[in-house]
């Protein structure tokens, strides 16, 4: 059974500070993997998508990178702002459908 | 272009009673997910559609929900009877393809409480 697992559950760092985010799961047998944001009483947006193939994924100041061996994920995050604030979801399809088995995220605070 | 919508944003319910949600997919977008993410928990699968019909309702809980699609357009989740357990937020999905590849657009949730 696919498990996914975000470390840590909260982060809060000054602005102008790169950060990681961590996401493991269990089954390295992936379709691929999503990073979601979620902001208060809003829904999800999807950040980035990693295909199994893949080992990264980069949109603006944000790159994902995959390690299915390891499975492993992480997001990295260049120049924080306070309008990064939000829950970040990591997000694993095992199938081929849109079937996501979901981590309980990590909810980061960058401070001004 | 519209996002996927959904409704209502918030509802209140006492135990015992029957609840419905809405979502509206993107329009031409196929395949329509229902998700849901009770307190202190992750979201959660609960069922797949591809048009009209069920994919896969494997997550649904028990019973007492029950998901339709009528005319592979909007979908109604309901809840009836409601229990306390139920209380969580219901989120809606869409994507233009089954094959697992493509992003998925999520709606902005239903905020369900049952007291």
């Known amino acids: 059974k696919q498990e996914v697992t975000q470390i840590p559950a909260a982060l809060s760092v000054p602005e102008g500070e790169n950060l990681v985010l961590n996401c493991s799961f269990t089954?390295?047998?992936?379709?691929?993997l999503q990073w979601f944001r979620q902001d208060p009483g809003k829904g999800l947006t999807s950040l980035l998508l990693?295909?199994?193939?893949?080992r990264e994924q980069t949109s603006g100041r944000l790159n994902a990178s995959l390690d299915k061996s390891s499975g492993r994920s992480t997001l990295y995050i260049a120049a924080s702002q306070p309008g990064d604030s939000a829950t970040y979801l990591c997000?694993?399809?095992?199938?081929?459908?849109?079937?996501?088995?979901f981590g309980q995220g990590t909810t980061l605070q960058v401070k001004p | 272009e519209a996002g996927v919508t959904q409704f209502p944003s918030h509802s209140v319910i006492e135990k015992g009673q029957t609840v419905t949600l809405r979502c509206d997919p993107i329009?031409?977008?196929?395949?329509l997910y229902w998700y849901r993410r009770v307190m202190g928990k992750e979201i959660k699968f609960l069922l797949h559609?591809?048009?009209?019909?069920?994919?896969?309702e494997s997550g649904m809980p028990n019973n007492r929900f029950l998901a339709e699609r009528t005319g592979g357009t909007y979908s109604t989740l309901k809840v009836q009877p409601a229990e306390l357990e139920d209380s969580g937020v219901y989120f809606c999905?869409?994507?233009?393809?089954?094959?697992?590849?493509?992003?998925?657009?999520f709606g902005s949730g239903t905020q369900l409480s049952v007291l």
């Open positions: 999905a869409s994507s233009p393809f089954s094959g697992g590849t493509e992003k998925l657009f």
């Open positions: 089954d390295s047998a992936i379709y691929n």
């Open positions: 990693i295909q199994s193939s893949q």
């Open positions: 997000a694993v399809n095992s199938g081929n459908t849109g079937k996501l088995i």
């Open positions: 329009s031409g977008h196929d395949n």
């Open positions: 559609f591809v048009k009209e019909s069920k994919q896969d």
